[in-house]
């Protein structure tokens, strides 16, 4: 039997299976660095290299000792993986690694092994262009009838339940958009403006709707009024730098007791589990795990996270619920953006009802109020 030393089979020439390189997602470079037990035609690790008993390694079929073919990537290689250099931004846990069920793109995935919370290393200030999401074909999108009722139900839902909690009916939506929720919020009653950062967007708006929206951030020290009975934050916080500032933020600008509703993709979800245990070629052939990783979001928070990061910043009674991808927005951006053929798209109209099923819900909204006295 050839004896492995340090994870390099004896004979093997140059190959060799370091962890920390482009190539260490690998199957084949997981079985050299992996113990697992005997089997038959398996090699056996040197006990004086490691500690505790002899582990096995079965050597990778396709590759053979010595052969200049050994590792060598088709097409481009995927970037490297950096260290971490920070801690979670939700559990301030230290424990951040590559998750090696996501297949690398151009960022690293770095998944947080104490609450589970994913963050996308994107470079700060790839993707500053506020305007380049509120193109033409977007501003058809949110124009469409369809879409708008779909959204108008989920909003409706939400504003209830926030007309229950809410200490007034002042609101604020951060990240307004084409205005769609603000419109539906003064039909509910609510005193509402909105603030967004694209120019498009506000412009959009005030034609289609009659909201003047604030273009521009949201900040602690900003103009924008305080004091808000209602404060929410729909599928934003997943594209910011610094979710505990954006947080911070929006408490500062609510009410004691005011009511925070904010929306992201749930990490956690089964629909989600699903796409990360497909095996990663099939996963890469039907392009399912780009479809919920691309560098316009950096952040994927499981339950756990987001109520860690919410407790942190001064929230209580956070309450969470299940919530669905709006299925008819997405279905009109495939047919204008990839102008999918009708076959195709009598396909995606079949998978989506398989996942307008409760149990495939892949959000998370959170409802949750500030904590009364002083900020943290």
């Not at 050597?59 to 801690?87: K, M």
């Not at 506020?130 to 879409?147: C, G, K, L, Q």
């Not at 979800?269 to 691309?294: C, D, S």
């Not at 928070?301 to 299925?327: E, I, P, Q």
Request: overall charge positive; hydrophobic content about 40%.
């Amino acid at each position: 039997m050839n004896v492995l030393k340090g994870g390099v089979p004896s004979g093997a020439g140059p190959l060799s299976f370091p962890a920390g390189r482009w190539y260490s997602w690998l199957p084949a470079a997981r079985w050299a660095r992996n113990g697992r037990r005997a089997g038959p035609g398996e090699i056996t690790s040197n006990e004086a290299d490691r500690t505790g008993p002899a582990r096995t390694f079965r050597r990778p079929r396709a590759i053979a000792p010595g052969s200049p073919r050994a590792f060598r990537p088709r097409g481009r290689a995927p970037a490297p993986w950096p260290a971490p250099a920070v801690n979670c931004v939700a559990c301030l846990s230290p424990a951040l690694a590559p998750d090696p069920r996501v297949v690398p793109s151009p960022f690293a995935l770095l998944r947080c092994g104490a609450c589970g919370m994913g963050l996308l290393q994107v470079p700060v200030g790839a993707d500053e262009h506020f305007d380049e999401y509120w193109d033409e074909i977007n501003e058809r999108i949110y124009s469409t009838p369809a879409v708008v009722d779909e959204l108008d139900r989920k909003y409706a839902r939400y504003l209830d339940l926030a007309l229950k909690r809410a200490p007034n009916q002042r609101l604020l939506d951060v990240g307004s958009g084409a205005g769609i929720f603000v419109e539906r919020a003064r039909t509910s009653g609510f005193e509402a403006a909105g603030v967004e950062p694209s120019a498009r967007a506000v412009e959009l708006g005030h034609r289609q709707r009659g909201v003047d929206a604030h273009c521009g951030l949201l900040t602690r020290d900003d103009d924008l009024p305080r004091g808000n009975g209602v404060l929410t934050l729909w599928d934003v916080i997943e594209h910011v730098h610094d979710p505990e500032e954006l947080v911070s933020a929006c408490r500062d600008h609510l009410a004691d007791d005011g009511v925070f509703i904010l929306e992201t993709p749930d990490e956690g979800a089964l629909a989600r589990r699903l796409v990360r245990w497909v095996p990663k070629p099939v996963g890469r052939r039907l392009g399912l795990q780009g479809n919920i990783y691309y560098p316009d979001h950096r952040y994927y928070f499981t339950r756990k996270a987001m109520a860690a990061l919410l407790t942190r910043c001064g929230f209580d009674r956070v309450t969470f619920f299940s919530d669905h991808t709006m299925f008819k927005k997405s279905l009109e951006k495939m047919r204008l953006y990839n102008r999918i053929p009708p076959l195709k798209e009598a396909l995606y109209r079949a998978a989506f009802v398989v996942m307008g099923a409760p149990f495939m819900a892949n959000k998370m909204v959170v409802i949750c109020q500030r904590r009364a006295g002083p900020t943290p």
